[in-house]
């Protein structure tokens, strides 16, 4: 049984992590500096965490939670099933701007040949598509595409959005923030005929 000292102390340790893998990247950041910067023993860390992966797969998740959190508090702001598809990439867009972000993209990168890891980070990226077939559930309860379509609709929205974040080092956050709503416009228009975002 965890108990609440326990994970207060696993939380200081993925706090504490996130800094520094921030600071110097996933692969420049050895156990042994970990354990220097968090201020506890090497023992500590391993009880909480198998490995230095599993200690960056468990931050990655933690920012997707609290990602994913973000939303549903946000969420009642958008109205209409429209507002919340163009919201939701909005949400996207700003998430862009979370350090942890690129170091996850070095850590995928840096990981090809370990499966397990792979498959953990996929599980990881996946999640926000329950978001996604929540808002397309909504849209389906307006007519506006058939319910058996929910999943393969909320699964191509989840690729656009995905797709679209390979353009992250080429444009400012304004010009991702235009890239994602044109994308969306162009989702809506050819899934749902709509001509263009609510003004």
Known sequence: MTTDKALKKRD????????????????????DELVRYIGV??????????????LFIQLL???????MDAWMEKKSHFASFE????????????????PLVKVGQEFYISNPDKQALLAQ???ILQAPRKLYRDI?????REGLLPESEID????????????LSTSYYERSADE??????????????GVFGHKGPES
């Open 136 to 140: 397309f559930a909504e849209g389906a």
């Open 83 to 98: 507002a919340k598809v163009y919201g939701i990439a909005d949400h996207m867009v700003d998430d862009f701007q979370n």
């Open 152 to 163: 393969e609709v909320a699964v191509i929205f989840s690729s656009l959005l995905d797709g």
């Open 121 to 123: 980070i996929i599980e």
């Open 41 to 54: 023993s090497k023992g500590s860390i391993y009880y909480h965490f198998k490995s230095k992966d599993e």
């Open 176 to 189: 991702m923030r235009l890239l994602y709503r044109r994308g969306v416009e162009y989702f809506l228009h």
């Open 61 to 67: 998740a933690r920012q997707n939670r609290e990602w």
């Open 12 to 31: 200081l340790i993925l706090d504490k992590a996130k800094e520094l893998f921030i600071q110097r990247g996933y692969a420049a950041t050895s156990m």
